[in-house]
């Protein structure tokens, strides 16, 4: 028996960045529950690994709009289009985000005092900037109906400064390494994103909060999972779908008076 708490069907969400790890496992887990989920990512070609999100695209439950987040341009074709379909959202989920790629060019990596503001600029401006126009044109357009609920995807590492020791495999062989500060900055600032529209859009029926996950699974290298499950309370990285419940809670009537909250999915990282 369904729980009316927890009920998302027929709601219609809007997932950026679905075609990611944690985007898809999101957009599937909502499209199980019933929801009509569009997908906003400048990625077209599902992962070899996503197989029940091919499903979804392929049975219609889940339909993927390319679309550059940081344009807004593209956010309101893609809304256009949604709206047609479904019509206008109850939920937002801001998915989208990049991090230096493990491939990145060493200044990216390199020491704080020299890491080029072109790379700074590059991960803000997807990761702030492409939060703040879905929020702008989709939560915008969620208030006026008055209602709706967002959900911006943070980072422990916007809440703190990443332990630069599970990295020392890295540095091991020799190689200069250093989690790079843009992510973490540009993290820290969806935190009071998500305050700033939680009180602005407060009396229009929009919720406005936040799902900091950390350390997700996905095949990392084995001296930095040790190093992980080594400093982590529950002593191992996250599976991927321990996030779909804070967003299930997010997104239903079960969190009718949570906004501006950040719910913390970390496995206690945070906690000491
Ligand atoms: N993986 C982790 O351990 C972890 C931990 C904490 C937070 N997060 C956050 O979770 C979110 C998802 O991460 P992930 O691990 O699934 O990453 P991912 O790289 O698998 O997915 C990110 C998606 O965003 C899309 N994207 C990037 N730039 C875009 C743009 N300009 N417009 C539209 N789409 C764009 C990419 O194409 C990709 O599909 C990110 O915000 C990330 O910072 C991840």
Redesign the pocket.
Known sequence: MSDPLFDLAGRVAVV??G?????SELAVALAGRGMQVAI????TEPRETAAALRTGLEEGAIRLHR????DRREVEAALALVEVDWGIPQLLVN?????APPDAPASEVGPFEDVPLDALERVVD??VL?VVVPCQVIGGAMAREGRGSIVN????YGLLSPDQGLYDFRRAGGEVFFKPVAYSIS?SALVNLTRYLATYWGRSGVRVNMLT????E?EQPAPFVEAFAGRSPLGRLMDVSEAVGAVVFLASDASSYVTGANLVVDGGWSAW
């Open positions: 950026t960045g075609m990611g790890q944690l985007g906003l990512d400048v990625e679309c550059d987040v940081t998915a989208a985000g990049i991090d997807v990761n492409g995807v943070g980072s422990v993290k996950p950390h350390g997700i996905n």
